[in-house]
Nanobody, 123 residues
Framework: VQLQASGGGLGQAGGSLRLSCAGS????????VGWFRQAPGKEREFVAA????????YYGDSVKGRFTISRDRAKNTVYLQMNSLKPEDTAVYYC?????????????????WGQGTLVTVSS
């Protein structure tokens, strides 16, 4: 599956942004689709994931209660709604996917990656 991420840009602290991850080549059925982010000088961090078939969701501790991951079956697209943004949310955000169960949600488990989209949050 090929992934196309979009929706990044400049946001303000306390504001909201929504990222999209569109899949092409095949549907996301039986996939786990996730978002990771990487800030300059830092390791890639797990943000959120969703199992396409059941819709189970998982979140990193730093975004729980602020970010929401969802899916649109008709559009074969996963969204990341980011609310209550903080300057520390500034990073390049990547969507990724792998087939099967959620597993450990480590970046190494995800075989398909989109091109990143930059999110910058100003204070």
């Amino acid at each position: 599956v090929q992934l196309q991420a979009s929706g990044g840009g400049l946001g303000q602290a306390g504001g909201s942004l929504r990222l999209s991850c569109a899949g092409s080549g095949r549907t996301f059925s039986s996939y786990v689709v996730g978002w990771f982010r990487q800030a300059p000088g830092k390791e890639r961090e797990f943000v959120a994931a969703i199992t396409w078939s059941v819709g189970s969701t998982y979140y990193g501790d730093s975004v729980k209660g602020r970010f929401t991951i969802s899916r649109d079956r008709a559009k074969n697209t996963v969204y990341l709604q980011m609310n209550s943004l903080k300057p520390e949310d500034t990073a390049v955000y990547y969507c990724a996917a792998h087939r099967g169960v959620a597993g450990t949600l480590q970046a190494r488990d995800f075989g398909s990656w989109g091109q990143g989209t930059l999110v910058t949050v100003s204070s």
